[in-house]
């Protein structure tokens, strides 16, 4: 490069750089790279397992938005007593 010219594939370089960096944030904090809706729902039913253990072992109901949060916006509510003995848990 000759003294005194521009500096054209640095420029060029730099431009895709900010470009790719600026698409990647959009995609990170839009959302699209969330977990996939069925990966959701499973997290969600083991929590509710969970849940419904830790129910058994303290006696007394913890608190499901602890636990799952999330999980009633995509249609998975509280266990209750039904539901985790159906689980195999029985509680007291």
Known sequence: ???GS???PYIVALIFAVIVIAVVGYLFFS???QFP???KQ???NA???KYCY???QAGKEPGWESYAPGCKEIGIDKPDKE???KLGIKIP
């Open 1 to 3: 490069m000759s003294k």
């Open 6 to 8: 521009l500096p054209l």
């Open 31 to 33: 959302g699209v790279w």
């Open 37 to 39: 809706p069925t990966a």
């Open 42 to 44: 499973e997290w969600c």
């Open 47 to 49: 929590q509710k397992l």
């Open 54 to 56: 830790d129910w058994q």
């Open 83 to 85: 539901v985790c003995e």
